[in-house]
């Protein structure tokens, strides 16, 4: 569920996405009252559409409640309040997930008519005083052109071998019998070498920034076992299957999910904002605290102190650009990188990590950066412009404007970047949850991106997608496996409160038919 107001200082806003338009769309007169379905989804991001798509398909009535305007949490594209042929992806904008999630491999976005572009090059690292790392889809290319390059091919050739095995360890319920015992044998002790103080295994500092890069993903301080396990699995993507895009923007990836709702017979409302307990069975994609507005005292004690202390991490500031003309980088071969991250070296990285846990602004913020009209040339509109994606991680809540620091970080690898940005959309970490409630002080993880949270969720259950309400289940990213645009929470969700309350144990084929 997303907070009430679309718009942002200087940010994107629109109406209806496409995929609602014309569609059987529910008012919102009675609608989160009315008894008259199965169960009810509050919010409308990937992991809510993905838990509704699973009930829906396994025969039940499934109603999803979305406060904003438009569908699709995360994952929405709107268009510039001033030029409108330019789409900004709200949140995410690059979907490694898109392809190898077991939801969405499943689910098969691409034979429902999205298109994934797979660049040739996964992501980028720009570095100080030398030249960049680049991160291909090639493995080995990347080796190729990295100072030790059978360092990189020793920790990720085995991993992108068997991508199935990893991404399945990684995005699993943690509570069976991991896929492929040969993966998990050969994740361990590589999250164990990039996760501890040691940070052993890769030799150069090009590499080492290249893995830290996609580590910070996870906005936790590094080194880490959590941003240790999210770059192997990053990285491993980045050359098993590629980095993603799709094509119009990232609205496409619930779009489909919507449509496959409806056509099985759900129901969408939009534009309204669940402020007491719907009817019979609910699942929740919001953050775990919105059910002490929701259900206040009817919670029990324990469970609702638990709330109460849940803590969320540090946030993103939102910085979108519009652009003239390509970025004028000082390392060429950044022209072809749709997917950038401009922390600077290991260290580097680290540090600012370490300072935005504490509260503190960083000197050199890690910054991720995004063009998708490489991939996408159609994000051009008809004057050339086209859109710049970023995130500066700051502390929590912070309501430092970071459009300054991120074009200053632009100008240090791409001298002359001011003079192709034709408008700037900033928003603070503090004002992100006007957009989406979810992101609670800009944090996008939603209180996940730790290791107890991965495993246990916001209270330690054996099973945390149930609360203790009969009834009420969680479905986002506070949820195992944690964030990402995969829908794999929606979808644990789904199985355990199809089998507690409906018996059943089968789940639905999620294939196009």
């Given at each position: 569920?997303?907070?009430?107001?679309?718009?942002?200082?200087?940010?994107?806003?629109?109406?209806?996405?496409?995929?609602?338009?014309?569609?059987?769309?529910?008012?919102?007169?009675?609608?989160?009252?009315?008894?008259?379905?199965?169960?009810?989804?509050?919010?409308?991001?990937?992991?809510?559409l993905s838990?509704?798509?699973?009930?829906?398909?396994?025969?039940?009535?499934?109603?999803v409640?979305?406060a904003?305007?438009?569908?699709?949490?995360?994952?929405?594209?709107?268009?510039?309040?001033?030029?409108?042929?330019?789409?900004?992806?709200?949140?995410?904008?690059?979907?490694?997930?898109?392809?190898?999630?077991?939801?969405?491999?499943?689910?098969?976005?691409?034979?429902?008519?999205?298109?994934?572009?797979?660049?040739?090059?996964?992501?980028?690292?720009?570095?100080?005083?030398?030249?960049?790392?680049?991160?291909?889809?090639?493995?080995?290319?990347?080796?190729?052109?990295?100072?030790?390059?059978?360092?990189?091919?020793?920790?990720?050739?085995?991993?992108?071998?068997d991508?199935?095995?990893?991404?399945?360890?990684?995005?699993?319920?943690?509570?069976?019998?991991?896929?492929?015992?040969?993966?998990?044998?050969?994740?361990?002790?590589?999250?164990?070498?990039?996760?501890?103080?040691?940070?052993?295994?890769?030799?150069?500092?090009?590499?080492?920034?290249?893995?830290?890069?996609?580590?910070?993903?996870?906005?936790?301080?590094?080194?880490?076992?959590?941003?240790?396990?999210?770059?192997?699995?990053?990285?491993?993507?980045?050359?098993?299957v590629?980095?993603?895009?799709?094509?119009?923007?990232?609205?496409?990836?619930?779009?489909?999910?919507?449509?496959?709702?409806?056509?099985?017979?759900?129901?969408?409302?939009?534009?309204?904002?669940?402020t007491?307990?719907?009817?019979?069975?609910?699942?929740?994609?919001?953050?775990?605290?919105?059910?002490?507005?929701?259900?206040?005292?009817?919670?029990?004690?324990?469970?609702?102190?638990?709330?109460?202390?849940y803590?969320?991490?540090?946030?993103?500031?939102?910085?979108?650009?519009?652009?003239?003309?390509?970025?004028?980088?000082?390392?060429?071969?950044?022209?072809?990188?749709?997917?950038l991250?401009?922390?600077?070296?290991?260290?580097?990285?680290?540090l600012?990590?370490?300072?935005?846990?504490?509260?503190?602004?960083?000197?050199?913020?890690?910054?991720?950066?995004?063009?998708?009209?490489?991939?996408?040339?159609?994000?051009?509109?008809?004057?050339?412009?086209?859109?710049?994606?970023?995130?500066?991680?700051?502390?929590?809540?912070?309501?430092?404007?970071?459009?300054?620091?991120?074009?200053?970080?632009?100008?240090?690898?791409a001298?002359?970047?001011?003079?192709?940005?034709v408008?700037?959309?900033?928003?603070?970490?503090?004002?992100?949850?006007?957009?989406?409630?979810?992101?609670?002080?800009?944090?996008?993880?939603?209180?996940?991106?730790?290791?107890?949270?991965?495993?246990?969720?916001?209270?330690?259950?054996?099973?945390?997608?149930a609360?203790?309400?009969?009834?009420?289940?969680?479905?986002?990213?506070?949820?195992?496996?944690?964030?990402?645009?995969?829908?794999?929470?929606?979808?644990?969700?789904?199985?355990?409160?199809?089998?507690?309350?409906?018996?059943?144990?089968?789940?639905?084929?999620?294939?196009?038919?």
């Amino acid at each position: 569920m997303a907070g009430r107001s679309e718009a942002t200082r200087g940010g994107a806003s629109a109406g209806r996405s496409e995929a609602t338009r014309g569609m059987d769309v529910a008012g919102r007169s009675g609608a989160t009252r009315g008894a008259d379905v199965d169960v009810t989804v509050v919010g409308s991001g990937p992991n809510g559409l993905s838990a509704a798509v699973t009930c829906a398909r396994a025969g039940l009535k499934v109603r999803v409640i979305e406060a904003q305007p438009t569908a699709g949490g995360g994952a929405r594209t709107l268009a510039d309040p001033e030029f409108p042929g330019v789409g900004h992806d709200i949140c995410s904008a690059v979907h490694p997930l898109a392809l190898a999630s077991p939801f969405f491999s499943q689910f098969d976005l691409r034979a429902r008519g999205v298109q994934l572009t797979v660049p040739d090059v996964s992501y980028a690292n720009p570095l100080p005083g030398r030249p960049a790392a680049i991160g291909y889809a090639d493995l080995d290319r990347t080796c190729d052109e990295l100072d030790d390059g059978s360092s990189w091919r020793r920790l990720i050739g085995p991993l992108a071998a068997d991508c199935d095995g990893v991404v399945g360890l990684l995005l699993g319920d943690k509570r069976s019998i991991p896929p492929s015992l040969p993966a998990a044998l050969r994740i361990a002790p590589r999250v164990l070498a990039q996760g501890t103080p040691l940070w052993r295994s890769l030799r150069g500092e090009d590499a080492r920034a290249l893995f830290s890069g996609v580590a910070a993903h996870t906005i936790s301080q590094m080194p880490s076992l959590v941003s240790s396990g999210a770059g192997l699995m990053l990285a491993t993507l980045a050359h098993a299957v590629g980095w993603p895009i799709p094509v119009g923007g990232s609205q496409a990836i619930p779009d489909a999910l919507i449509a496959d709702l409806l056509c099985h017979g759900g129901e969408l409302v939009l534009g309204e904002e669940v402020t007491e307990p719907p009817a019979g069975v609910v699942l929740y994609d919001t953050a775990p605290t919105a059910l002490l507005r929701i259900y206040g005292d009817r919670l029990p004690p324990r469970y609702s102190k638990t709330l109460q202390h849940y803590r969320f991490g540090p946030g993103v500031a939102k910085v979108d650009f519009v652009l003239s003309d390509e970025i004028p980088w000082s390392d060429p071969r950044l022209a072809d990188a749709p997917t950038l991250h401009l922390g600077g070296t290991r260290q580097q990285m680290a540090l600012a990590e370490r300072e935005i846990a504490r509260g503190r602004l960083a000197e050199w913020p890690m910054v991720l950066a995004a063009l998708p009209h490489l991939a996408d040339p159609g994000r051009i509109d008809e004057r050339g412009r086209r859109p710049l994606w970023t995130y500066a991680h700051v502390p929590a809540g912070s309501d430092v404007d970071m459009a300054d620091t991120v074009t200053g970080m632009f100008e240090r690898f791409a001298p002359g970047f001011r003079d192709v940005v034709v408008a700037v959309r900033s928003v603070p970490a503090s004002r992100l949850s006007e957009h989406n409630a979810n992101l609670v002080g800009g944090d996008i993880g939603v209180g996940a991106n730790n290791m107890v949270s991965a495993l246990t969720g916001p209270s330690v259950r054996w099973d945390p997608w149930a609360t203790p309400l009969p009834g009420v289940y969680l479905c986002s990213s506070a949820a195992p496996p944690g964030a990402g645009v995969h829908g794999m929470a929606g979808y644990y969700a789904a199985r355990t409160m199809l089998r507690r309350k409906f018996g059943i144990t089968t789940l639905p084929d999620l294939a196009p038919r």
